[in-house]
């Protein structure tokens, strides 16, 4: 009998961690399924809740009882104190946020934060602390904790009283008796739960364990593209994530902030007295009509080819498919197999503006904001340091656009501040998904499913196809404005592409990317070819043409665009000792035959000489 009394005993041990920590458990458990079930994102048609969130949560409180199980009963008493003011103020922060700016805690939210002086501090939260706020679902995590405050008082008044009151005394051994079998069934229920939690939830930590072991922030973000995606369901893990974000982030910005400060411009000839460059997005080159594509989704681009104005490259191709990585190959003078990291070399921007151009940034999409993806994030932290866009860029857009004709509106309020010399980087939206959402419909939308000559597409396919190709359209309208504002001037305009973009172009039929590190060539030529293509206004081609006969020369080189910075010094006749012959395009010095290097492991031009 005392036996099976010890095995029971045993068995409710697994109850231990709950009994001893009973309000701790309960009220924090409250307070994560209130999260998990009211901040669902609200721009994602049809999101619910993480559908493993109760669960999850019941393991993770189950483990942190657990833990506080190894401290004495007294000091257990003030570990719980600081959980607490982390759980709850973690959970006030993120909720808040929820509800003032439609997201739940983000890296670029700590990274503003953290460039937030006090006077700013105080201003925001006059402005933001209201009556609304409270009476919003942050009143819910206020709820919880009020309650909590006032069951912790109840408690030592019920516990004095008790004291003071005499009760009969029962049979010892039938308390213990009963008191352990019902441990002893607690125990086999909870040690069931927890073992269907780890089967079911294991998945999604293993998930979480990689996403915080990148040695990066691209690492990161690229790791967000895999399956399965971590689920940071709980606002404290979000603020670690984001804290962790911000770590790697800095990391790479300790290098970028000391080279900046060793550029030497030997010389400068202003060569191009402005050069232009428009960076477009999510552009697949087989949906172009300039590449041969059979809907008329380029017709100003075709019309200024045929004129002799515009020169299309027909050999081009992004070293990744992700928009922050090839931000960074772009930006920097570091090319795909130089020694060390891209954030070791300069920005080329930097190198302009030192040099004595003035330089203009409009972007449609790198603009630190509350919600921001982590995406956006790993693309733009280093675009938006106020010390390194102070080095970069004179002249910066402060608000982002419905569409990319905000953009070109920017640019007519912010040309005033051009000067003799300008150097002007236009980002678009381009043609990023959703791509209904990249042109204005009541206007824009010329193409529609019935046009398309695809059996094998269903109809719903085939609307994709047609909106993409629409929002093709209208980025053509956008270039060609963009050059007619340059035409009276000794301009070129460059445009690229970020990356490629599948869009139901053979099997697999799919849109967006698919992220994998297998890239044979049906993938490199959906997602890494890109169109690319340099327009001379008319003084630029009277001015210099041996540049343009150069350039139209060019035209067919194999080219990957994380050697662009070293075509756009020669183009603004900037001498210094981090340009390189070799990587421009149009000099006859060009090394055509550097190997081009998908995500730093495929070879492109070995894959498409294998297909």
């Not at 657990?66 to 401290?71: D, Y």
């Not at 369901?233 to 974000?245: E, K």
């Not at 050697?563 to 395009?585: E, F, Q, S, W």
């Amino acid at each position: 009998m005392l036996r099976r009394l010890n095995i029971f005993k045993w068995i409710g041990w697994l109850f231990a961690p709950i009994q001893r920590n009973g309000v701790f458990f309960v009220f924090m458990f409250v307070l994560g399924w209130v999260c998990t079930q009211v901040e669902i994102p609200l721009h994602v048609k049809g999101a619910e809740p993480y559908d493993l969130s109760t669960l999850e949560l019941f393991f993770d409180l189950y483990i942190v009882c657990a833990l506080l199980m190894l401290f004495p009963r007294k000091v257990r008493f003030w570990v719980r104190i600081p959980l607490y003011i982390i759980l709850y103020g973690t959970a006030i922060a993120d909720m808040y946020c929820y509800v003032r700016f439609e997201s739940t805690l983000t890296p670029t939210m700590l990274m503003l934060v953290g460039e937030t002086n006090s006077q700013e501090a105080g201003e925001f939260l006059s402005g933001y602390l209201s009556w609304d706020v409270l009476t919003s679902p942050v009143g819910y995590i206020l709820l919880i904790l009020l309650a909590h405050i006032l069951w912790t008082i109840a408690r030592k008044v019920v516990g004095r009283m008790k004291r003071r009151i005499i009760l009969p005394k029962l049979n010892p051994v039938v308390m213990n008796f009963v008191g352990t079998g019902c441990r002893c069934i607690l125990g086999i229920g909870v040690a069931l739960l927890l073992v269907h939690a780890w089967d079911e939830c294991q998945m999604n930590k293993g998930a979480i364990r990689k996403l915080m072991t990148k040695n990066t922030i691209g690492e990161v973000e690229h790791q967000l593209t895999q399956k399965p995606k971590a689920e940071l369901y709980l606002p404290v893990y979000r603020l670690v994530f984001s804290i962790y974000a911000n770590s790697l982030a800095t990391e790479q910005l300790e290098p970028l902030l000391t080279v900046k400060d060793e550029i030497v411009v030997d010389s400068c000839t202003f060569r191009v007295p402005n050069i232009v460059l428009v960076i477009g997005e999510s552009y697949n080159k087989h949906h172009s009509q300039l590449y041969g594509y059979n809907m008329p989704t380029t017709p100003r681009q075709v019309a200024m080819a045929k004129e002799g104005t515009l020169v299309p490259f027909t050999d081009v191709v992004a070293p990744w498919n992700l928009t922050s990585y090839v931000f960074k190959n772009v930006l920097s003078l570091h090319t795909v197999g130089d020694s060390g990291q891209w954030c070791d070399y300069p920005l080329f921007p930097e190198v302009f503006r030192k040099a004595g151009y003035h330089v203009t940034f409009i972007t449609n999409q790198f603009l630190p904001e509350a919600g921001e993806a982590v995406y956006d994030f790993s693309g733009g932290f280093f675009l938006n340091n106020p010390e390194l866009s102070k080095a970069q860029f004179d002249t910066r857009n402060e608000r982002l656009h419905r569409f990319d004709e905000g953009v070109l509106e920017e640019y007519d309020h912010l040309k005033k501040e051009d000067q003799a010399h300008n150097l002007i980087i236009l980002h678009l939206m381009g043609q990023h998904v959703m791509y209904k959402s990249r042109y204005p419909q009541w206007s824009r939308k010329h193409l529609l499913a019935p046009m398309y000559d695809r059996p094998d597409l269903t109809h719903k396919q085939k609307l994709i196809v047609a909106d993409y190709d629409n929002a093709t359209l209208y980025n053509d309208s956008i270039v060609a404005a963009i050059t007619e504002k340059f035409a009276d001037k000794d301009a070129v305009v460059i445009y690229m592409a970020d990356h490629g973009e599948e869009i139901y172009n053979g099997r697999p039929y799919m849109y967006g990317r698919m992220h994998t590190s297998n890239i044979d060539y049906r993938l490199a030529r959906e997602e890494f070819e890109i169109p690319f293509w340099i327009w001379g206004s008319p003084k630029y081609r009277e001015n210099h043409p041996y540049g343009w006969m150069a350039i139209q020369a060019a035209k067919d080189r194999p080219m990957m665009t994380d050697c662009l910075p070293h075509l756009l010094l020669y183009l603004g006749g900037i001498y210094t000792k981090d340009y390189r012959d070799a990587y421009n395009v149009i000099s006859p010095d060009y090394d055509m035959k550097r190997p081009r290097i998908l995500k730093g492991t495929t070879d492109y031009d070995k894959v498409k000489s294998e297909k």
